[in-house]
């Protein structure tokens, strides 16, 4: 094994020339996981990029790791055989919001069903880059694009509240324009035992710019992101006095100091809590009226299906013994024919 | 005991038919044990309904199993039966169209019911109206006979009548001369926890078989003596079941744990059961979300370093195709299995057909060669798994296993081969990290070496798009792609060195090269035997390595005057030989969901050679 | 278009013999769906069932009606394409728990997403049928099959979780042992405009008998089940005395009468809240804690997506006019060759 | 003015590259257009970058268009050309290697700076160190160019430099004598409503145009005369819209709605792009989760009594397979379009290739036959797409249409036909409710009659299990399955009857007869035309019909001592007619993502007939 304590962002950039439109979200995302890989003491053999396609998916070319591009919309379903098989991996999935919630919809509820140890970053840019700009399932109803000139008629998923009803034990959310905090996202996914996904709001300038500006924008950010704390209330604003109450089972934007509302009154948020509603009630508050959460909406640990997997080997080696290639042959109903002669 | 006759024959063909409640499948497998046991050489064709359970008593809800077993080689399961049991009027109603003239018929009369009459479409009953004309029937009420031999047994009716399948199996015990012992120690072994179950089968078999030697209706007792067999363990074995243990005995061979991706689908899904059950050999099964995930997870495993397999039938098989295309272009290793069954689209699961050879081959986007090789027989799937996985890791390629229905669920006896003996198989792994190149190729094999994550200093990427000969940096190149496609496609023909030359049976050269695949093997070995034996220059050659085919196959076609091609499809073989080696082939193909009958393709030759 | 008021059950029963094994639930169902299909007003020749793979997916050959059973896991995609381009049909989907949640997972998914209107009947036995006894995607883990002979290591789906989670614009459960009930719920199934989702807990009596005894068993099941009504509280229990609390964000089974409980302190029920965070709530309720929800979790109006296709067509036609075949051809720049010489 | 002379010439081709962000496709198809409508025949080939943007200035960001232009009729884009317009220093990297010496090269010397030099892995600079030596050198400060003209306009330097592509369309206008005025018109419509781009694009037209006019490094200009074209309107259309339109047109003989169920990929996704426009034409497109949703809802469609459709490359093509298999089976209409792309796998996705042929035809599990018809250049596309939707109406039957990514992209002028002349095509539909059998048969075409949901009476079942003939009842009969999968491959070879007979351009017998198929159509039309002229005994097939072949071309090719298959895969044609026809062919095989050029096909004659 690899020692990890001298890696630096550069042992993670392969020679491959870095291929995204200029101004391309991805840029910052890529720079992004290149210099938190080095902090996380896993030794760079270790590490397995895995993609599907997309403007996205060509990530693992720029990463001097492992790296599988695999084919549209199947990545989880790979990773999944990878992880399992060779379990010592740090394996990192890397897919679009086409790619994992299109085509790959159904492998990546599955995977986060089995909560294989696994780190999804979903860049999500709400439309399709590679193929030069159909919409999306993530894409707004009425979006015109290049299959949809007159205004998209589908109503959107919202890719937490998807991976929430297929129980994701971790999910959070992160922004391509704050790399720092994406970097510390993406450490406390690692930490994370199971299916950890990330939706990354990335900005593809050329098919569906601004997309995400009103939660990302400088001059807004603090009215329109509420940076989730496990254990803290959840307090927003510019001027720190907003928050979130639970109104029966509904989210309510309150103001501290206004119509007697205190601190107290704000909602404490609690990503440990067993069941997934709160993340559930987390995922569903929007723009205009709710600031975007970002962070870790729910880290459950619970048993990942690769771990079960070969604590089932074992306990069956353990209680079988070593499986003894002869004695599976020789099983069931044997008989023997003798010399040359037959025997009746 | 009534002194009868005892007549020896050299093969017998039995067909048991019933209800799908009336455990027919287990009453014919304990008849094949007990004869491989006493060393009759045999094979085995159960043909059971569609998935679901049709309403007892109907025509779809029939269930039958066909055994021959013989002194000389049997490389079929025959192709008339010789005697027909039949439980239901359904049974007969099904099974009598296939039943020669002169056969021996044995009903269960109390199953003949007006109820069940109706049920099977009787208009009036088949054992009155002279429908049986001609035949040799034999009627015994085998409710009755189940239930006085159970009297004294506190176990209800219901419970009784289901042990009347150990009396017909007592009867033909009785007609074939075989010892009752090994089916009862079975019985004893199956139901080791409900002694009063195992005590009423057992009386219910002997009761058929007391009542047979007993009664006056049979005329006499048939002999069939033990085939010439080589020396060895044996164990009678299923398609699937030796399909499983060549994969795990493969696994051992290679030094990797296999990874078995997978979706249920008749009838393939028995390779799951069975792998699922080797937790103790590291054998790791995942049920996927569907084929698409199955192929997948396979190939993430063999990236990943174990030995990624994956199995499936015809519609999971199109599934497949996109991702299979990774595989090859990628150039992981992989299996594939496809047990066939007759389609298009979801056509008759539970029937046997051949019709994928060429989807095996093809189905893909692009130039994307592989290798395909098939199985002949049940026992024969043992060593073509091993095949399989051994080209697959040597060549780094994805490997199409063709097995059928007919091979799957047909049984035949195995003789055991000493594990110990197995070779290993040593895998191309690079060594030097300086200057690795994922896509550099041995010389010989052309296969690229396997480098896994986890090793350091061989960190690199790969993926679909088309990649730069070596580096596999992807590529557009319009040189490099043409390299490289023909690099892939010289892999794969290279693989004919690998694999032994064609074989044939019968003269060197002569009028008529009789060419098969597949299942159909023992259909035509039989009938080639036979027009042999009447001094036919005719010989058999069983292509078992679809892709790349034979080396010397081109030239050996070329020393007979006429090549016949017997296939269950429209004629797929035959294709791929007319393309390859420009020639033309005569054709034979039968598409009904069914093995070839011996004789159909003995009156072909002898049509040919007229 | 044929007369409605003279249906019968018998309009709807074909002359296929049903092949289900005895004392399969599916039984139930078809007779349920046989019953009240003629009360509904729905000519006959309007009525289309799709269905995919699977023992349950054999319904169509039993009614009398248009069929289509197709291949597995496809029926979600197949009902779109045809109710989208004759949305005067009414349009069902049978479908299995493996059908539609394993590989037909991501076409549920998007049929729910796009709120096309079809009724889906989902038949949940928590086992693969047709290919006789491997466990499905909402097996109880540890579940011992064909393919698990040690326990299935799978965390399960919650189809209503999942459901929910792609936001269904309706969700119903129901059982195969309360024909009556489920033709209710039928009923506001077909009043539904969009994705209506019945999950009916079935039981396969071969290969995984019993899987529901414990909300069904005729002995408890007053108290194993929560029938929700819309504007009325969760109560339920043999002496209508227990119900559902909300604490915080979690539900609470209270007595009513204890410590001080009353009615006021059970949450009513509300199938019309625009959220869908009311419906995650209730799909998380499980056994043993808390009683089996049954009856409409979710019933919200929105658009449809086989409505706005036909919307746009008309808007578009509206302000272009019908097309013209000759003006699309003759579009562009175009330009003339003249008679049989050149021009300059 | 200075004096030039003025040379005439039969055809010229021309080659813009530059930067994705140069606008280079743009360029070319202005320079196209106005060639169409001064009366040229021409042909064009795009040829762009792998999906995503290359950073500016990079290799794999370079971008071009060719177009051959002339006076007789043009089938090919051109082998080699005679310009070359490279707008900086990576597009003449990569195509100086294709130019032939003595061609003209124009460079714009403002980027060439240090930076681009090195951005194209330029070691020196090649304008000055030789490199260039044998070529005709046009060395033009584009740029500066470009500012000067612009110098008055209020726009910032950046947006001014973004009309330098309109000042290289301007001298390459006064090069080959054409017209300033539909560009500018263009420019106009285009900028309708930033009429200070307009104003700027069009004085950056007219500085390229006054500048080659006035300076003196253009020794001459070139006149390509009008070509002999049937008379009629045209207009300028690349494949991909020619197919959109023709399915249009289709929907209108047939009086059904389009139902397109697709999902984007390269080169197919302006098919969906081109029909989500036509909302007033009743199409409705469907932008599906993934290929297997989009062929599903498309065969819900068509079993809904619409006209479904479904748009694909090679990767969504394997996807599609299994449900095109339930297609074949329940006997539904069905267009299945394959725009061919260079694989295998992802392959190159903007590269063309022929290589999806046998995928066509085998990429299903058991007997599927279906029909696969071929385009054979951008402007056919329109009446193959309405072929295609007859055959799969009249027939019942799926439809696989085979474009590729060369015809798709490239461009050809069109004798627009008149829509009111375009037959109408009818429905069969079942008239009698009594007795109605869902599979009962038309006896010329053996098509089953479409009834569909909402016509009363005609209530039934279809599913993909084996069906009973005609009432389509779920059957596990033998003979049955024999019977339909008879039938079912019989329908196809009916249609057969319904297409023309193949014909030959060229002797009616000789000694060589050279096969196509799809988009070598032109540069072997060339290449045939070519030999004829040298007096050689070679005609020309385009098979245009794959399956099933045209009824006559068994005995055609019987006619010729030898038959060439000229192919951009590693032979698939030559397979398909080896194995039907039991004849040996020549092949030609190019598998680089790149058109076949005519002298390759022509060489390839000459050795043969050498
Ligand atoms: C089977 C298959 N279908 C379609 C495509 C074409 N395709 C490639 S990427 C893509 C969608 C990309 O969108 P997304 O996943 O959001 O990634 P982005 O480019 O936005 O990062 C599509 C449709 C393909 N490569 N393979
Ligand atoms: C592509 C494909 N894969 C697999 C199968 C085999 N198969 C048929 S039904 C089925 C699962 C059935 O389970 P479910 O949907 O729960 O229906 P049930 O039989 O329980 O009603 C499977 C795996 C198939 N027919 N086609
Ligand atoms: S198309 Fe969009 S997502 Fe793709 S590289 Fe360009 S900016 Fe990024
Ligand atoms: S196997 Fe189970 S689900 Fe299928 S018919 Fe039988 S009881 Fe019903
Ligand atoms: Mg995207
Ligand atoms: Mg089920």
């Not at chain 1, 379903?77 to 790619?99: E, F, Y």
């Not at chain 1, 089972?249 to 119509?259: A, F, H, L, R």
């Not at chain 2, 363990?233 to 299923?238: A, E, F, K, T």
């Not at chain 2, 009447?534 to 010397?552: D, F, M, T």
Request: hydrophobic fraction near 35%; glycine fraction near 8%.
């Amino acid at each position: 094994m690899s020692d990890t304590s001298t890696l630096t962002k550069k042992d993670f950039t392969s020679n491959q020339e870095v291929r995204w439109c200029p101004g391309c979200g991805d840029y910052a995302i890529l720079n992004a996981v290149q210099s938190v890989l080095p902090k996380l003491g896993i030794p760079k053999e270790k590490v397995v990029f895995v993609s599907g396609i997309g403007c996205s998916s060509r990530f693992p070319y720029y990463m001097d790791t492992y790296g599988f591009h695999t084919i549209h919309g199947r990545a989880a379903a790979i990773a999944t055989g990878l992880k399992v098989t060779n379990p010592g991996l740090s394996v990192w999935m890397i897919t679009g919001d086409g790619d994992s919630l299109s085509i790959g919809g159904n492998h990546f509820i599955h995977a986060i069903r089995r909560n294989i140890d696994i780190n999804v970053l979903l860049f999500n840019n709400e439309i399709y880059g590679l193929t030069k700009g159909q919409y999306s399932p993530t894409s707004p109803t009425g979006l015109v694009t290049k299959s949809t000139p007159y205004g998209s008629l589908d109503r959107s998923f919202s890719a937490s509240s998807l991976a929430i009803g297929a129980e994701a034990s971790f999910f959070a959310r992160a922004i391509d324009t704050d790399p720092k905090y994406l970097q510390e996202i993406i450490a406390r996914a690692t930490a994370h035992k199971g299916t950890s996904v990330i939706e990354i709001l990335q900005n593809c300038v050329i098919f569906n710019d601004g997309a995400h500006n009103w939660t990302t924008d400088r001059a807004s950010k603090d009215d329109h992101q509420l940076r989730l704390e496990h254990g803290k209330p959840m307090i927003f604003g510019a001027e720190r006095n907003k928050g979130i109450r639970l109104n029966g089972i509904k989210p309510e934007v309150i103001t501290i100091g206004e119509n007697g509302m205190t601190e107290a009154d704000v909602l404490v948020h609690d990503e440990k809590t067993p069941e997934p509603t709160l993340a559930y009630f987390l995922s569903r508050m929007r723009a205009p009226e709710f600031p975007t959460p970002l962070g870790v909406f729910r880290a459950v640990e619970d048993s990942t299906y690769d771990e079960q997997v070969h604590q089932q080997l074992e306990d069956i080696r353990l209680k079988k013994g070593q499986g003894d290639l002869k004695k599976l042959l020789f099983a069931g109903d044997t008989w023997e024919v003798k010399g040359d002669q037959n025997h009746a | 005991m009534t002194t009868t006759t005892r007549v020896e024959l050299d093969r017998v063909t039995i067909r048991f038919a019933g209800d799908s409640g009336d455990g027919m499948q287990l009453t014919g497998t304990q008849f094949t044990n007990t004869s491989a046991i006493v060393g009759n050489d045999l094979a085995t064709f159960p043909d059971f309904p569609a998935e679901i359970r049709a309403p007892a008593g109907t025509l779809p809800g029939v269930s039958s199993f066909q055994v021959q077993i013989g002194e000389t080689d049997i490389y079929t399961p025959g192709d008339d039966p010789d005697v027909l049991v039949a439980m239901n009027p359904a049974a007969l109603k099904v099974n009598l169209p296939v039943i020669p003239k002169g056969s021996t018929v044995i009903v269960d009369t109390a199953s003949f019911t007006r109820r069940n009459l109706e049920k099977a479409g009787y208009d009036a009953n088949p054992l009155e109206d002279g429908s049986l004309e001609g035949y040799h029937l034999i009627e015994v009420d085998l409710t009755k006979l189940t239930l006085n031999a159970l009297e004294g047994l506190e176990l209800d009716n219901k419970a009784k009548t289901r042990c009347k399948n150990f009396c017909a199996l007592g009867m033909m015990y009785w007609m074939y001369t075989r010892p009752l012992e090994p089916t009862k120690e079975w019985i004893e072994r199956k139901f080791a926890r409900k002694a009063i179950l195992a005590e009423a089968n057992k009386l219910a078999l002997q009761a058929g078989y007391n009542y047979a030697n007993t009664a006056d209706l049979m005329a006499s007792s048939f002999e069939v003596k033990p085939a010439q067999i080589a020396p060895g363990i044996y164990r009678s074995i299923s398609g699937n079941q030796a399909l499983a243990l060549g994969l795990v005995a493969a696994s051992k061979q290679v030094g990797l744990p296999i990874f078995l991706g997978t979706y249920p689908i008749t009838p393939a899904s028995d390779i799951l059961h069975e792998l699922s059950k080797y937790k103790e050999y590291g054998v790791i099964t995942f049920q996927a979300e569907d084929e698409i995930a199955a192929v997948c997870a396979a190939i993430g495993a063999s990236y990943g370093g174990g030995l990624g397999m994956t199995s499936t039938s015809g519609p999971g098989m199109a599934l497949k195709s996109e991702a299979i295309g990774l595989a090859v272009k990628t150039e992981l290793p992989l299996v594939i299995v496809n047990v066939q069954r007759a389609g298009p689209s979801t056509g008759m699961p539970t029937k046997t057909e051949q019709s994928d050879l060429l989807q095996s081959l093809f189905a893909r986007n692009g130039e994307s060669p592989l290798c395909v090789i098939s199985c002949s027989r049940p026992t024969d799937c043992f060593d073509v798994a091993r095949e399989a996985t051994e080209i697959a890791v040597r060549f780094m390629t994805p490997v199409i296993l063709l097995s059928d229905g007919f091979i799957a669920n047909g049984t035949g006896p195995w003789k055991i081969p000493d594990p110990d003996a197995l070779p290993q198989i040593d895998i191309h792994r690079p060594s030097d990290p300086e200057d690795f190149k994922p896509y550099q190729r041995a010389e010989d094999t052309l296969a690229r070496a396997w480098a896994i994550p986890g090793m350091p200093g061989f960190e690199h990427r790969i993926g679909g798009l088309e990649g730069q000969n070596e580096t596999g940096n992807v590529s557009y190149d319009p040189k490099n792609h043409e390299t490289m496609s023909l690099l892939r496609a010289e892999k794969i023909q290279r693989i004919a060195q690998f694999i032994p030359e064609q074989e044939v049976v019968g003269p060197e050269s002569g009028d008529l090269l009789v060419v098969s695949w597949g299942g159909t093997y023992g259909s035509v070995y039989s009938a080639v035997l036979q027009a042999q034996r009447e001094g036919k220059s005719v010989a058999h050659a069983h292509v078992r390595y679809i892709s790349p085919l034979p080396r010397n196959l081109g030239e050996l076609l070329q020393r007979y005057k006429r090549i016949l091609v017997p296939e269950l499809n429209l004629g797929q073989l035959s294709k791929l030989l007319q393309y390859t080696y420009g020639i033309k082939v005569e054709t034979l193909n039968k598409i009904q969901g069914q093995p070839f009958k011996v004789r159909e393709i003995k009156s072909t030759i002898d049509a040919l050679l007229a």
